[in-house]
């Protein structure tokens, strides 16, 4: 079986990694990174995410059996509709279904009408009325820009002017045309999780709970990233609480969706607040694999990753086996350039992986790129260092001595990754 993953990120490396291990023979990444382009069984091939005529050719040329989407942005620009209407397989929802991340206001819209939980909101073209409303609300308050930005559209303002200043920015073009309308939003309290669940339009299956670390500094400090680690599964998950994640906010989306006439088959990622009191409110909702909780919960997967993705793709997950999981827990610390998430240099010389790496630990690619027989970085987020353990204390340990081992010239990693849970100990 040949499958075909769109992206050059740290999830599409781990996806790589997982698919080898089960009925794969070969993965083709498009573009890649230098991680893809020296893992045994996979290639890649150099075409932009948005090329759909090229990748459709290629997966026809070549007998390709899947197509998994890795990013957004190749998601909301209607990919997978492109390469549905030339017959092949494609795990990832339609442009339709992916408004659930592409816009914010059309999230919210949807929850509204699926009963969904999540916290009261106002959406905004116009500045002066925004921050009429922001006065209005008081600090602290939420902004987010209603497009895609890259996981650094948001704005928890502990003050109405540093609100204010938010919305400035995204007015004045900060980000494009995601900017040109905002979300105002009641801010949530308590701790963030990430619940993954694998959807054919008709049946659901949740993954590991995992919670992401967005912040660029130590203790959830500093400015909002595309994610610093994240680890699986979430202790103040139980089995109770994903039953209800599962029943009163998962299927209802999906049932919904289904109820709108858009066939919606992929990832379903739902970002959530679990407030002081136990109770799970929707802070937003992702199309696709969210990086880098996927190279925390795939090393955790025990069920063939392609059984399950081909599943979804062919609308017949209620027939797949049950998901299983390997016991234990696994922690991500991902590795940046320095500088990042602002200005970065790229083309620093890349040593250690091969120390790094083991038994129990996986480094997966992200910002890399090979420049002849040298690995480089090539972005923001450079490494995601995953190890996997019989506990937390275990799995952070080899997690850290792991970067530890790999060099290069101004690595930055936060040093409290799985903080919350830390003296948890199993």
């Given amino acids: 079986m040949k499958v075909l993953i769109v992206g050059n990120g740290g999830r599409e490396h781990a996806l790589a990694w997982k698919l080898l291990q089960s009925e794969v023979d070969q993965v083709v990444c498009v573009p890649g990174n230098g991680g893809t382009a020296t893992l045994k069984g996979c290639n890649n ?50 442009q339709a279904g992916a408004q659930i991340e592409a816009s914010k206001s059309w999230a919210k819209d949807l929850m509204q009408l ?32 209603d497009g ?18 938010a919305v400035e920015d995204a007015f004045t073009g900060a980000f494009g045309i995601a900017g040109q309308r905002v979300v105002v939003e009641e801010c949530l309290t308590g701790q963030e999780v990430s619940v993954l669940a694998l959807t054919d339009g008709l049946s659901v299956r949740l993954l590991l709970p995992a919670q992401d670390h967005k912040r660029i500094g130590e203790a959830d400090t500093g400015a909002n990233t595309g994610g610093m680690g994240a680890y699986a599964p979430v202790p103040i998950v139980t089995p109770e609480l994903l039953d209800r994640i599962q029943q009163d906010i998962l299927e209802p989306v999906v049932a919904t969706l289904r109820a709108r006439g858009i066939d919606y088959r ?62 234990g827990v696994a922690v991500c610390v991902v590795t940046a350039a320095q500088g990042y998430p602002g200005a970065y240099t790229k083309g620093q010389v890349i040593a250690g992986i091969d120390q790094a790496e ?23 987020r450079v490494l995601g ?29 936060r040093q409290d990754i799985g903080y919350r849970v830390k003296t948890v100990g199993g």
């Fill in 385 to 413: 260092v995953t190890a996997w353990g019989e506990n937390f204390e275990q799995a952070i340990a080899r997690s850290y001595a792991a970067v530890e081992a790999i060099l290069y010239e101004g690595k930055y990693y």
């Fill in 266 to 327: 992929g990832v379903l990622y739902a970002g959530l607040m679990i407030t002081p009191s136990g109770e799970p409110r929707v802070i937003e909702f992702n199309c696709r694999f969210g990086d880098p909780e996927t190279q925390a919960i795939l090393p955790l997967l025990a069920t063939p990753l392609a059984t399950l993705l081909l599943a979804c793709s062919e609308q017949c997950l209620a027939a797949a086996p049950p998901i299983k999981w390997k016991p």
């Fill in 45 to 94: 091939l150099p075409l932009p995410v948005d090329d759909f005529q090229g990748i459709a050719q290629f997966a026809l040329n070549h007998g390709i059996s899947l197509v998994v989407v890795g990013p957004e942005l190749p998601l909301s620009l209607g990919i997978s509709d492109y390469l549905r209407s030339q017959g092949i397989t494609v795990f990832g929802p339609t």
């Fill in 114 to 145: 699926a009963g969904i939980p999540t916290a009261p909101s106002q959406s905004f073209t116009e500045l002066e009325a925004a921050k009429a409303y922001i006065q209005a609300q008081g600090a602290p308050i939420v902004v987010k820009v």
């Fill in 148 to 165: 895609l930005a890259a996981g650094k559209g948001v704005t928890v303002a502990t003050t109405v002017e540093q609100a204010w200043t």
């Fill in 358 to 380: 083991g038994p129990n630990v996986a480094v997966f690619h992200a910002g890399t790129k090979l420049q002849g027989q040298q690995l480089v970085t090539d972005g923001g």
